[in-house]
């Protein structure tokens, strides 16, 4: 979960001003938690308390409201919309790597991340985008090689992860949508050679930066073990006391 949060936070300064390079400064005063870090934090919540996702989503939403939330959660938020809104948005994969440490098999990912992203996420590609990410957490950390999680997630979800971020990078741009991010996210931790490399990767896409940079750094800190010392720090300078507490709790529980 940590590398979740870190590759949001990282991400966060380039979400405005995109950038294609990988030679940057990971944590600056630009930088600073979004919706990915308190969706994350409260679905891991959800899991530590055994309570409603639906609950701890609206509870930690409302109680951060501006973190950065997209338009129609804000409204669901808020009870403008009283249930799930048929997104396929890249928020319901964002939020879900805390259910690939928790869980204790495939079919019981499947089926938690499903629940996360069903509440308001319940498009077919909404729900898929956030099963493939919990999968690939998942197989990363019970020590699958980068060969049979690509594989795995090709056959199962139906992405492209043949294509290179060379080939990738020149036409790529800002897109929230989890059929164009999702598959893009994992293919930059593929092609990583350690944690940060990985969020590096997906940063610079050049698209919805500091998303990629969450999703490829769950995966990255399932496969990968250790975060680096000067990362963890800097992570919890940015974050407010109570999501250290649940971050120190669930990984004390399920790392």
Known sequence: MLGAIAGDIIGSRFEVIPTKSRDFDLFTELNDFTDDTVLTVAIADAILQGSSYEENLKAFGRRYPDA?????????????????????????????????????????????ARRTAEVTHDHPEGIKGAQAVALAVFLARNGYNKSRIGAEIETRFGYDLSRTLV????????????????????????????????????????????????????????YYGDIPRPVTEAVYT??????????????????
């Open 68 to 112: 950065g939330y997209g338009a129609s959660f804000i409204k669901w938020l808020s009870g403008v919309l009283p249930g799930p809104y048929n997104s396929y948005g890249n928020g319901s994969a964002m939020r879900v790597s805390p259910v690939g440490f928790a869980c204790t098999s495939e079919e019981q990912v499947l089926a938690e």
């Open 167 to 222: 080939q990738i990078r020149p036409q790529y741009s800002f897109e929230v949508s989890c059929q164009r991010s999702v598959p893009e996210s994992i293919i930059a931790f593929l092609e990583s050679n350690d944690f940060v490399g990985a969020i590096r990767n997906a940063i610079s896409l050049g698209g919805d930066s500091d998303t990629m940079g969450c999703i490829a750094g769950a995966i990255a800190q399932a």
């Open 238 to 255: 940015k974050i407010p006391e109570e999501f250290r507490k649940i971050l120190i709790l669930f990984e004390e529980h399920y790392l």
